[in-house]
């Protein structure tokens, strides 16, 4: 009986049922599960947390918004990071990649939560652009005081919304939901807008109450 000698990769291909294993050792889905949703954007599916499924709908609804929100706040943040200018350029480009840092962790815990609840967390950035209530920037650079205040409105919208959350999540029981908005969404938005507000004081860099006024 002759002796054949295996050839490199022979074993893989006896594994893969003959078919061509890729050389990354990836092996490729059908390509009818690309595209093929198997759990749609607004169902909720079940978790044993003791909190209804239509309160845990409710709150993932809630949540989606004040994500595109915090999602849409980020990127203005990076954006105004990178366009600062002015005597104030090098504090400003600092607090604004600061609070960019900030909105983006809470985006990851505002996402987390939602999986958490069952739901589906928006991700993709043109279904990002969907939800959001805060406007397009028109994409090149505006004066400062305008970029700032361009900031502290999309805060604002935001913060109304996460209000509301928080009320309703209060009447719904959702008290991990109510916590996150409450803790860390709601405080970290009212400092950051403290913190921008304040560039918007009418103050000379020299103090102008010279001696004997
Ligand atoms: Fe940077």
Same mark, same amino acid.
């Given at each position: 009986?002759?002796?054949?000698?295996?050839?490199?990769?022979?074993?893989?291909?006896?594994?893969?049922?003959?078919?061509?294993?890729?050389?990354?050792?990836?092996?490729?889905? *059908?390509? =009818?599960?690309?595209?093929? &949703?198997?759990?749609?954007?607004? %169902?909720?599916?079940?978790? *044993?947390? =003791?909190?209804?499924?239509? &309160?845990?709908?409710?709150?993932? %609804?809630?949540?989606?918004?004040?994500?595109?929100?915090?999602?849409?706040?980020?990127?203005?943040?990076?954006?105004?990071?990178?366009?600062?200018?002015?005597?104030?350029?090098?504090?400003?480009h600092l607090l604004l990649d600061k609070h960019a840092e900030e909105q983006q962790q809470l985006a990851d815990d505002l996402a987390e939560r939602i999986q958490k609840l069952g739901g589906i967390a928006v991700g993709d950035p043109r279904h990002v652009a969907e939800l959001t209530d805060i406007p397009r920037p028109p994409d090149g650079a505006e004066s400062v005081p305008a970029m700032l205040q361009r900031l502290l409105d999309a805060h604002e919208l935001t913060i109304?919304?996460?209000?509301?959350?928080?009320?309703?999540?209060?009447?719904g029981d959702d008290q991990g939901t109510n916590d996150l908005l409450v803790s860390q969404v709601l405080r970290t938005n009212e400092t950051h807008v403290w913190y921008i507000a304040e560039h918007l004081v009418d103050t000379p860099v020299v103090d102008g109450m010279a001696a004997g006024d």
């Open positions: 009986m002759a002796i054949t000698k295996s050839r490199p990769g022979a074993s893989a291909a006896a594994a893969t049922n003959g078919k061509k294993k890729p050389s990354n050792g990836t092996v490729r889905p *059908p390509d =009818k599960e690309l595209g093929t &949703e198997i759990q749609r954007f607004g %169902d909720v599916i079940d978790r *044993p947390i =003791k909190l209804d499924e239509d &309160e845990r709908s409710k709150s993932c %609804d809630i949540m989606n918004g004040v994500l595109a929100d915090t999602q849409i706040l980020y990127a203005l943040y990076k954006k105004h990071h990178w366009l600062m200018r002015g005597h104030t350029f090098y504090q400003l109304a919304r996460v209000r509301d959350g928080i009320e309703k999540t209060d009447d």
